[in-house]
């Protein structure tokens, strides 16, 4: 159709480019089909495998585009918190801080030798991942209620500009609820950007 418009019509029209709708195509992770072909995908294979089982939301299309330092941060704290939850039936609460989270790679990771070279990360690296992660997969928590449940109330704005890194390494933390929990599906998956290694350390909590 559109060629033949195209023929019958003003020479001054450009011609359709079909470079922009596969564009926009590829950014959609849709499947593209040539006549007595397989179907040709533009995204990868996690991804991929996602969309067909309808899973890509957006915090789960965060988590896939995480660093890999930033995923060994982040799988620090689910560690962290899974051990916290159990802790809290017996009536003890801890805040989650970067602090714990720094503590929980080096020594049940990196000092453990489970390391496999790719996923180790100085300290300076694995500090900028966190500040890159506050204010988004991380907030700040403020808790009102003498230690109540970690999804406090949050005014919505964050910035690591200008704010003293050890303070920042010390102020209790809360990972969303609807994160946390896409979280915990993609390490069952294998989606993460990280390597084995620190994969198989995520899935297990002591």
């Given at each position: 159709?559109?060629?033949?418009?195209?023929?019958?019509?003003?020479?001054?029209?450009?011609?359709?480019?079909?470079?922009?709708?596969?564009?926009?195509?590829?950014?959609?992770?849709?499947?593209?089909?040539?006549?007595?072909?397989?179907?040709r995908s533009?995204?990868?294979?996690?991804?991929?495998?996602?969309?067909?089982?309808?899973?890509?939301?957006?915090?789960m299309q965060a988590l896939l585009d995480l660093s890999g330092s930033q995923v060994a941060v982040l799988l620090s704290a689910k560690r962290i918190l899974h051990r916290d939850c159990q802790s809290e039936e017996d009536g003890i609460i801890r805040?989650?801080?970067?602090e714990r989270m720094q503590k929980e790679y080096y020594s049940y990771f990196i000092a453990q030798g489970k390391a496999s070279g790719p996923d180790r990360y100085d300290e300076t690296v694995f500090f900028k991942a966190?500040?890159?992660?506050?204010?988004?997969?991380?907030?700040?928590?403020?808790?009102?209620?003498?230690?109540?449940?970690?999804?406090?109330y949050f005014s919505g704005k964050c910035s690591a500009v200008g704010m003293d890194h050890?303070?920042?390494?010390?102020?209790?933390?809360?990972?969303?609820?609807?994160?946390?929990?896409?979280?915990?599906?993609?390490?069952?998956?294998?989606l993460l950007n990280?390597?084995?290694?620190?994969r198989d350390w995520a899935k297990k909590y002591s």
């Open positions: 159709y559109t060629s033949s418009f195209l023929d019958a019509a003003d020479s001054t029209i450009p011609s359709f480019d079909a470079t922009y709708l596969m564009e926009s195509l590829k950014i959609m992770g849709a499947n593209i089909f040539k006549e007595d072909s397989e179907p533009f995204v990868n294979a996690a991804t991929q495998t996602q969309a067909a089982e309808g899973d890509t939301s957006p915090p805040p989650l801080t970067f966190f500040i890159q992660l506050l204010g988004g997969i991380f907030q700040p928590a403020k808790d009102h209620t003498g230690g109540g449940p970690h999804q406090y050890q303070l920042l390494k010390k102020i209790p933390l809360y990972l969303n609820v609807h994160m946390e929990s896409e979280l915990e599906r993609a390490v069952k998956k294998d990280c390597s084995a290694a620190l």
